[in-house]
């Protein structure tokens, strides 16, 4: 079975999201933030609950924005493709 991940956990981005609104990121900023991080993959069940035992609502030590947003799954070797809907 597989599962759709997003590649950063959403409690993480809305973080992120909040706290640049906060510091009065501008929204061009934000929207670039969200576009490069919104996400999704598809990887089997079993790698969803590697990925969740270090890293379910936050991104590996040392990562920053711009960084990979595939930190996690490249920490965890996981092997991915990203998911295209249907639309």
């Known amino acids: 079975l597989t599962h759709q991940e997003h590649v950063l956990p959403l409690p993480f981005i809305n973080t992120l999201v909040i706290d640049g609104m906060k510091n009065e990121k501008s929204s061009p900023a934000i929207r670039i933030f969200l576009e490069n991080s919104l996400k999704i993959i598809r990887i089997h069940k079993e790698e969803q609950k590697l990925i969740d035992e270090q ?13 990979s947003v595939f930190d996690r799954l490249e920490k965890s070797g996981i092997k991915f493709e990203l998911y295209k809907s249907a639309s």
Do not use: E, N, S
Request: proline share 8%; hydrophobic share 40%.
């Open 55 to 67: 890293w379910k609502d936050c991104m590996p030590t040392g990562w920053v924005i711009g960084g």
